[in-house]
């Protein structure tokens, strides 16, 4: 069964959660995971794949995906289901789409920006009603 973790942040802009996510990601890569970043739209794309590139501490190999088809060895970036991949899905979008089941583990990153709370606490209600395991980590201090 997909396992859910929230990452609940001090900050409220989307730059936050972004380089959040870039370091996530970079972890993530580094431990050898499938990691899989769903966005909203093909501008929501652009900025994760700007931020991936500037990262400063290690080079992330990534690619924008517009079709289901991943570029091995890579993180990918899309707004469509990938289909083989089945590793770490990284939210970024508003929703959880339905086909999120396929992947081992599902990341949300939540600020305090007034929109991005309300999203992430419906897919919080999402989850939890259909019985996905939860892990919150606070790190609002």
């Known amino acids: 069964m997909t396992k859910a973790s929230f990452y609940i942040l001090g900050e409220a802009t989307e730059d936050a959660r972004v380089g959040f996510a870039v370091k996530f990601v970079r972890q993530s890569w580094r431990k050898g995971l499938d990691v899989y970043c769903h966005v909203r739209d093909p501008d929501q794309a652009a900025r994760l794949d700007e931020a991936l590139w ?29 289909t083989t991949r089945h590793g ?41 009603f259909n019985g996905y395991p939860i892990t919150q980590h606070d790190l609002r201090s």
């Open 88 to 128: 770490v899905f990284v939210n970024l979008a508003d929703t959880l789409p339905e086909w999120f089941t396929h992947f081992d583990d599902v990341v949300e990153i939540v600020t305090q920006d007034p929109e991005t709370l309300a999203a992430t606490r419906e897919n919080w209600k999402q989850l939890k």
């Open 54 to 82: 500037a990262d400063t501490e290690s080079f992330i190999p990534h690619a924008i995906e517009t079709d289901t088809q991943p570029i091995a060895g890579t993180v990918g970036i899309g707004w469509t289901d990938p």
